[in-house]
C-alpha cells in the first residue's frame, strides 16, 4: 500500500479529510516497528520532526510527533534532563511511544510515560485539529485529551505534537548486579528500576551509597539489549506476581526476559514456542487480571490475537472512537476488541 510524509499539520488535515471523503483507511506510522495493515494508506511522521519549544527552567519540551527518542535525548541531555522514555529503542518516535503507551524501565520511578504527557494537538478522523493540555504541568479541566490519546494507537486521531513533562537526570546513576533485584529493591531507597533478567538481578538507583548492596556496581545505567527473538511479547501482570510470572516463562523455554519488579510488566522473546503454550501463559495472567500482548508473532498464526480478551472499558471505547472518527478513518480495528 501507499505512504504519504505530510511535513504541517495543515497537509495532515488535508490528506485526513481527502480520506475521509474516499472513505479510505489511513494507518499512522513512527519508525513503523509496528506491522502495518496491507489495505491501509499509510501516514509517516518521518516529516514531521524537530523540537517545537523546549524551556529547560520549567522542565517542559514541546516535540513534533516524528523526533526520534535519540534526537530528544540528546538535547535534553545538554540540560541533564530527561522525558523518561523508552530507554533502549532510539530510533522509534516520540508520537509511536506516545501513541502506544509505551513506558521504559524507568517507570518505576517516575510513572508511566502517560504522567509526562501534558499536551497535545492532535487531528480528529473529521480532519479537525484539536490542542489539549500544553505547557503546564497542572491545567486540566473536562477530558484528560493528553492522556486520551496516550496509547490510543492513533484510534483517535494523528497525534501531531506532544507537550512532555521533564525530570532531571539523577546525578549519581548507579546499576548494581544484584542475586534477587526483587529483595534488593525493597531494600534500597527510591530506586529507580529493577530489573530480572535470564542474566541475573540488576538494581538502578541514583543513591551513591548503592555500593553497600551486594553486587559490582556501574556508575551509569546499564540497561539490558532490546529483546529481538523471533516471537516477541509483553507479559502484564500485578507486580505480587512476577516471580511466578518468571518461573512460568522458564517453563515455557523463554530465551529472554526483562521482568521489572513492583510494575509487573515483563518483556520476553522466544526462538521458538507453541501456540498452545501462549495460551496457556495467556490464561493464567488474564485470569490474574494482567493480559500477554503479542508484539512479533514469527512463527505463530494470525488467527491468535495480539491482545487475547477484550476489555471491560469495550462500549466506552467504541463510543470515544464514535466521537473522534466515526467514519474509522483513523487506523481502524488497532484496539482490542475492534475498536
Ligand atoms: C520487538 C518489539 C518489541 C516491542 N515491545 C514493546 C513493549 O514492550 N511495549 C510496548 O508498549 N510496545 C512494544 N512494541 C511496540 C512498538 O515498538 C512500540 O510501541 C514503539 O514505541 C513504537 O514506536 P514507533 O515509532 O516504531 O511507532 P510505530 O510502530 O510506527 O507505531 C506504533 C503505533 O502508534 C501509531 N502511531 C504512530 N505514530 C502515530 C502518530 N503520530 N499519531 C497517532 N498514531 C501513531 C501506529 O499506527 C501504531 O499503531 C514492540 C515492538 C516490537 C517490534
Keep these: 500500500m501507499s505512504k504519504v510524509a505530510p511535513s504541517s499539520i495543515a497537509?495532515?488535515?488535508?490528506?485526513?479529510r481527502d480520506a475521509r471523503h474516499d472513505q479510505q483507511?489511513?494507518?499512522f506510522m513512527g519508525s513503523g516497528s509496528t506491522e502495518t495493515p496491507s489495505d491501509h494508506l499509510t501516514m509517516s511522521t518521518e516529516k514531521l520532526v524537530g523540537i517545537v519549544d523546549y524551556q529547560p527552567d520549567d522542565l517542559i519540551v514541546v516535540v513534533r510527533a516524528g523526533t526520534t527518542?535519540?534526537?530528544?535525548?540528546?538535547?535534553?541531555?545538554e540540560h541533564g534532563q530527561s522525558a523518561v522514555l523508552p530507554e533502549t529503542t532510539p530510533n522509534r518516535t516520540v508520537g509511536g511511544?506516545?501513541?502506544s503507551g509505551a513506558s521504559?524501565?524507568?517507570r518505576h520511578r517516575?510513572?508511566?510515560t502517560s504522567n509526562r504527557v501534558i499536551g497535545a494537538t492532535i487531528v480528529t478522523g473529521y480532519g479537525e485539529v484539536v490542542h489539549a493540555g500544553g505547557q503546564l504541568v497542572k491545567n486540566v479541566t473536562g477530558f484528560d485529551l493528553p492522556r486520551l490519546v496516550t496509547g490510543s494507537y492513533g484510534s483517535l486521531g494523528f497525534i501531531a505534537e506532544i507537550s512532555l513533562k521533564l525530570w532531571p537526570?539523577?546525578?549519581a546513576p548507579r546499576t548494581v548486579r544484584v542475586e534477587d533485584a526483587g529483595s534488593a529493591r525493597t531494600r534500597t531507597y527510591q530506586p529507580i528500576a529493577a530489573l530480572e533478567t535470564e542474566t541475573g538481578g540488576l538494581l538502578y538507583t541514583s543513591d551513591p551509597g548503592a555500593s553497600t548492596l551486594e553486587g559490582p556496581v556501574t556508575e551509569e545505567f546499564t540497561w539490558p539489549d532490546p529483546i529481538d527473538e523471533r516471537v516477541v511479547a509483553a507479559v502484564n501482570v500485578p507486580a505480587r506476581l512476577v516471580a511466578e510470572a518468571i518461573a512460568r516463562l522458564g517453563d515455557s523455554g523463554a530465551t529472554r526476559f526483562v521482568a521489572q519488579h513492583g510494575v509487573g510488566v515483563i518483556d520476553v522473546g522466544w526462538a521458538d514456542i507453541d501456540e498452545a503454550q501462549i495460551v496457556e501463559l495467556r490464561a493464567w495472567t488474564e485470569a490474574g487480571g494482567g493480559s500477554l500482548v503479542i508484539h512479533r508473532r514469527g512463527p505463530l498464526s494470525e488467527t491468535l490475537s495480539k491482545w487475547g480478551g477484550a476489555p471491560a472499558s469495550l462500549d466506552i471505547q467504541f463510543r470515544l472512537k464514535e466521537l473522534f472518527d466515526s467514519d474509522r478513518i483513523c487506523n481502524p480495528g488497532v484496539?482490542?476488541?475492534g475498536v
Design 11 to 16: 497537509e495532515v488535515v488535508a490528506l485526513i
Design 25 to 27: 483507511p489511513l494507518w
Design 69 to 77: 527518542l535519540a534526537e530528544l535525548d540528546d538535547t535534553l541531555e
Design 97 to 99: 511511544v506516545v501513541a
Design 104 to 106: 521504559g524501565y524507568r
Design 110 to 112: 517516575y510513572g508511566p
Design 169 to 171: 537526570t539523577p546525578s
Design 335 to 337: 484496539l482490542p476488541g
